[in-house]
């Protein structure tokens, strides 16, 4: 019997642990993140663990929620002593769950710790942790560098000043720190805030955002900006594809009419969505830059949860599968109006990772991976999920194409899921050899390698200053 957790986690064949001692200490290209550049330029102290794991990461909070912990133990104003040990408490409930799996490798990984967390341990591990951690050597920038990060790239909303960034930029030289433009809030035209954020956009911008065509103007100006910061892509997440074509005259009749506060229809809210996200790819295309879309999620469904705890508290779930005709028509007015830029799409609906990688082969060419299914993101990272994402990306497009992992987290130790993904991915590979369905040595070391550094330093353009 195999213990948990021991160096061969995950690495199943005499190949598998060949290639992973070949990729385990390569740099990490993050090219997707939410961590906060100002606690990364002030290089914030985390003083416990509790702290370092419990503030921001849902993930850990709905497994808690999942077990019946008092909400004052998860995001409330318990000491985090005490919402380490109701988390140690509950946690061997979850076997088989990617965050029992990540909890584990944080601890091994950052603080030498191999025993596993409950309730008869946690005390010890606190102890230990806490000492370590007394040391100064958990930092945001210090964590960062232990985790051996390249490049961070964070989520930004167009009326961010990127302020860390530039000082950043100045200041550090053991990694780079760089912001995506995240236009979420100027895409959501049916939110009840959407008026609000105009008004906001315009003080950015220093002019008045009176039209679809005004707003698409400023979003480029504030492309201007983030550009002169090194921004390498755009980000925007939306429920599903829009059905409309985008027609610029209703795209403006909705726009004003929801600066007015008034009800929009579907077919204004459609046209307007696709309309701006028409001319945001034509902008990706013109600047070289990656266009990012996340798909297949409902946010805050808990309404009463999120009145009291905000967005991105873990009340989020698995969206409808996406609509790969709608999809598949935008990117074809797309292709024919400006051209298609490079282009990930990810998806939490497991049953769209087929039908939407092969219709994003469709617009292939140009280069390598041009348009690709994006890794497998939020419930989908488990090792289940990763497993399905690596073998529909074989069987439809072509692993060695993939950027492979980013960390879509709040946490700085969250860069252990790195080594979990290429653990998984080596022994997934591995097999293939073992089996004799691919061959063993360089080659499988370049694909291997590649998928796991070089193609995302490559498609994100990880040599620009």
């Given amino acids: 019997m195999t213990k948990f957790p021991d160096d061969d986690f995950m690495l199943f064949g005499a190949a598998a642990h060949e290639l992973y001692e070949e990729v385990k200490d390569l740099p990490i290209f993050d090219y997707h993140c939410h961590l906060s550049p100002k606690e990364i330029y002030e290089d914030r102290r985390f003083e416990n663990i509790g702290e370092l794991w419990l503030e921001a990461d849902h993930y850990k909070w709905r497994i808690m929620r999942e077990a019946g912990v008092d909400e004052k133990y998860i995001t409330g104003d318990a000491p985090y002593k005490e919402k380490f040990f109701k988390l140690a408490e509950i946690l061997y409930n979850f076997a088989g769950n990617p965050v029992y799996h990540w909890i584990h490798l944080e601890l091994k990984k950052y603080f030498g710790i191999t025993k596993p967390l409950s309730a008869d341990t946690a005390r010890e591990i606190w102890e230990d942790t806490l000492r370590q951690m007394s ?31 530039n000082l950043l930029a100045r200041e550090e030289e053991g990694f780079r720190v760089l912001p995506a433009f995240r236009a979420d809030r100027a895409l959501g035209i049916e939110k009840s805030d959407f008026a609000a954020y105009m008004r906001e956009l315009e003080k950015a911008c220093g002019k008045e955002i009176g039209s679809f065509d005004a707003l698409a103007l400023a979003l480029n100006e504030r492309l201007d900006f983030f550009e002169s910061m090194g921004c390498p892509a755009m980000d925007v997440s939306f429920e599903n594809f829009p059905i409309e074509s985008g027609d610029v005259k209703i795209a403006d009749v909705a726009f004003k009419k929801a600066r007015a506060g008034e009800r929009l229809t579907d077919g204004e809210i459609g046209h307007f969505k696709a309309a701006l996200l028409k001319a945001l790819a034509a902008q990706m295309k013109k600047r070289n830059m990656v266009m990012q879309l996340h798909t297949g999620v409902v ?6 949860a999120f009145r009291a705890l905000g967005a991105d508290s873990g009340i989020d779930s698995i969206g409808a599968e996406a609509d790969i005709a709608a999809a598949g028509r935008l990117f074809d007015a797309i292709n024919s109006e400006s051209g298609l830029p490079k282009t990930i799409v990810y998806t939490l609906n497991r049953g769209s990772y087929y039908p939407l990688a092969t219709m994003l082969g469709d617009f292939a060419g140009g ?55 290429r653990r998984i991915l080596c022994s997934v590979v591995g097999k293939w050899i073992d089996r004799g369905e691919y061959p063993g040595g360089n080659l ?20 620009k200053a």
């Fill in 135 to 165: 040391e100064g050597k958990f930092s945001a920038r210090a964590l960062i560098k232990a985790s051996n990060v390249h490049t961070v790239i964070t989520t930004d909303d167009p009326t961010s000043t990127l302020e860390y960034h």
């Fill in 299 to 304: 946010r805050n469904v808990n309404g009463k």
């Fill in 444 to 463: 499988a070391v370049k694909l291997v390698k590649n998928i796991c550094f070089y193609n995302a330093k490559d498609f994100f353009g990880g040599d």
């Fill in 367 to 421: 280069s390598r991976g041009r348009t690709q299914l994006g890794a497998a993101w939020w419930f989908m990272d488990s090792a289940d999920g990763i497993r399905e994402q690596l073998r529909i990306f074989a069987n439809t497009l072509g692993l060695g194409t993939f950027n492979g992992m980013l960390t879509d987290s709040r946490s700085f130790t969250s860069y252990a899921r790195h080594d979990y993904f």
